[in-house]
């Protein structure tokens, strides 16, 4: 599986950004995708995950009531909408897949990893 994450920019607080996750392979839908980011300094964070069917989903508390996450099986494609953003949401973003577990929460539970897009929230 190849994953292609896009979507990031430079907004201000309080704007939204819809990140995707594009993948390659027909057995797409069979993987649990997660969201996570990672700030200059930090560890990576987990962010959000939906199970292989999209009818879980999980995401961090620190993003809770602002994120969602979404997949359309027909375009092999996951989806981040990010809502309200704040400028401790500035990171960069990565997607990633695992077919190993219903919901995944921690980076070592994923075995495909996109490149990231750059997420940027001035105030």
């Known amino acids: 599986v190849q994953l292609q994450a896009s979507g990031g920019g430079l907004v201000q607080a309080g704007d939204s950004l819809r990140l995707s996750c594009a993948a390659s392979g027909r057995t797409f839908r069979r993987y649990t995708v997660g969201w996570f980011r990672q700030a200059p300094g930090k560890e990576r964070e987990f962010v959000a995950t939906i199970n292989w069917g999209g009818s879980s989903t999980y995401v961090a508390d620190s993003v809770k009531g602002r994120f969602t996450v979404s997949r359309d099986s027909a375009k092999n494609t996951v989806y981040l909408q990010m809502n309200s953003l704040k400028r401790e949401d500035t990171a960069v973003y990565y997607c990633?897949?695992?077919?190993?577990?219903?919901?995944?929460?921690?980076?070592?539970?994923?075995?495909?990893w996109g490149q990231g897009t750059q997420v940027t929230v001035s105030s």
């Open positions: 990633a897949a695992t077919s190993n577990y219903e919901l995944g929460y921690v980076a070592h539970e994923y075995d495909y």
